[in-house]
């Protein structure tokens, strides 16, 4: 029967000890507030919800959380005259832009995504970030929230990557990508399956590890899985229920109930990896404020989001000023010129 690793718990102690290291910092730094601004175009109320978590996360822990919701007209170009006002915000040290969006104003989200500055992008979804991270170059990047969440659970586990067969399940750019250069990073040796893998369970039986992050209920079978492995499952998906209070039950991307029996350690869902997105969300926007307010690192905890490298070594953290902006702006530039 395997340990259940309780993402809850562990996310509630992320945030407890950011709590406290804000309030360490300020007796020295009376004015230290952690600045998080959430970018929302339209109204889609799934974002809605999402973005209510992260502010409520907030107010707990003593950032100041701020939801800018722009209209459905938003145009591309008053999308990037809004983030690089944020760039340039000083009391700013974290900008989400909130994906999708609700527009039908023909917004490019990756070239957007971009205009943030690196010093800011506490999601860790710029190019910039992205290739940091693929470089190996940990110290110099943030790294997205829900792949930092599950080193973080691994390591709960009691579980060293180092020199373990690890096999992740998934590929995109949020989860499985960062998720596979982490785990490389920490010197796990790791496979990453997608839809074009021909024989999963393969795979997965090898993995001492196994990330899971298809966005298909119950894809991976619980007798896949390797005897006393660890499983990590990121899957999030909603079904109709009329016995729930919410109406709806969630179902994660690996057979729970057949897994539990077989592997050493496994996250549930709910209650597993979901809280730790969060939590390292919060996480990473106290580090950009430490940087900025040029704190050092408070406890001595070890991160993999960052470390104390010098902010004006981050693409300008000390002014906001991002060069991905640049980039942006000669990219919508040159779709201007196309459109003529």
Known sequence: ???VIKGTAVAKKLRQGLKADILEIRKEQPEFTPGLTVVQVGDRPDSNV????KVKA???IGI???HLKLPPTTTQQELIDNIERLNQDPTVHGIILQVPLDCNTGIDETLCTNVLSPSKDVDGLTDVNAGRLSRGDLKRCFTPCTPTGCMVLIEEAGVDVKGKNVCVVGRSKIVGAPM???LLWAHGTVTTCHSRTPDLRYHINQADIV???AGKKELVKGEWIKPGAVVIDCGINPEPDATKKSGVKLWGDVEYPVAKQVAGAITPVPGGVGPMTVALLMR???TSAKRMHGVTSVGGQRTYSTASFPASHLGGAVRGYSTSA???RTGLRLIQMLKK
């Open 326 to 328: 640049q980039l942006a």
């Open 1 to 3: 029967m395997a340990t």
């Open 50 to 53: 999402y973005i209510g978590a």
């Open 180 to 182: 596979h250069d982490l």
């Open 58 to 60: 907030c107010a707990e």
């Open 211 to 213: 990330v899971v992050a």
């Open 284 to 286: 990473n926007t106290v």
């Open 64 to 66: 100041h959380g701020v």
